[in-house]
């Protein structure tokens, strides 16, 4: 349990919370057109066809974190949950997040929420996948014996999201957005190289956040450390003076004393 509480904080929650932060410090040039919607929200439903279902647009009403804005869900088949989030006054950017972990996370829950509604504030039409399982049904990576959801996991559920997405604001807007953008951390990371690498026409700008690159070494490491630590536990009282030290003896091996350890391998300080 231990093993899965690190790997979930690591992979998943820290990244969504910041990405709402990062949103808020950027603005559109203040003279700026903004588009307003040609068509009642609800009339998004109509889009639903053979490559996607829209299951619901609403319009939600103005709240404390964000304006009034339009909400389309669906899904691409197999089992690819989407949202799209519409701004009334719209200065026709797209925004994409990534995921974390294993992905499948519930596009409600209040870091995303969050970082939609703070897109949204900023005039952006935001939109999210899940990747294509439901975490809450299928945890971490046993999804993955379905091949098609590996796939989608993997690759596709990134890129059928941003195709969708853009359709439903060009629909909505009648015009295309004119710049898109992804920003992912860890496997948003990844999510990001890969649409770089495979689908380079589908995003203007990419935020590629400490992107997971070998998984599998990835994941022995952890189990590496989990064993360590489980040998030779250092209690979290300790875990405080151990990090100042190590940042005293190694954070300026790197030529900058900045609070940054540049490559901790080279840092030779030993716990016990
Ligand atoms: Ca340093």
Redesign the pocket.
């Known amino acids: 349990m231990l093993f899965r509480a690190v790997f979930t904080t690591i992979l998943s929650a820290v990244p969504v919370l910041a990405q709402a932060v990062e949103i808020s410090r950027w603005s559109p040039p203040p003279n700026e057109e903004r588009l307003r919607p040609r068509m009642h929200c609800s009339a998004l439903r109509a889009l639903t066809g053979y490559e996607f279902s829209v299951i619901s647009a609403t319009l939600q009403p103005a709240s404390d974190s964000a304006p009034e804005f339009c909400r389309v869900t669906g899904q691409i088949p197999p089992e690819i949950q989407f949202e799209v989030a519409l701004p009334y006054q719209w200065h026709k950017r797209l925004l994409m997040i990534g995921n974390g972990g294993y992905a499948g996370e519930n596009l409600e829950s209040p870091g995303r929420k969050a970082t939609r509604d703070q897109a949204v504030k900023s005039g952006f039409v935001f939109t999210q996948t899940n990747t294509g399982h439901d975490a809450a049904e299928e945890p971490l990576g046993t999804f993955a014996v379905n091949r098609q959801k590996l796939l989608d996991y993997a690759f596709r559920a990134v890129h059928v999201t941003a195709e969708t997405a853009k359709r439903i604001a060009a629909a909505y807007y009648g015009t295309a957005p004119a710049r898109s953008y992804f920003m992912g951390c860890s496997t948003g990371g990844r999510q990001a190289l890969i649409s770089a690498q495979r689908f380079p026409q589908d995003f203007d700008g990419i935020i590629a956040g400490a992107p997971v690159l070998d998984f599998v070494g990835t994941m022995m490491n952890y189990v590496s450390i989990q064993q360590a630590m489980a040998a030779a536990p250092v209690p979290p009282a300790k875990l405080k003076l151990a990090g100042e030290i190590a940042y005293r003896l190694c954070?300026?091996?790197?030529?900058?004393?900045?609070?940054?350890?540049?490559d901790p391998r080279r840092c030779g300080f030993q716990v016990t």
Not at 251 to 262: E, H, L, P, S
Request: without cysteine; negative net charge; charged residues 50%.
């Open positions: 954070d300026a091996d790197d030529g900058v004393k900045d609070g940054v350890i540049d």
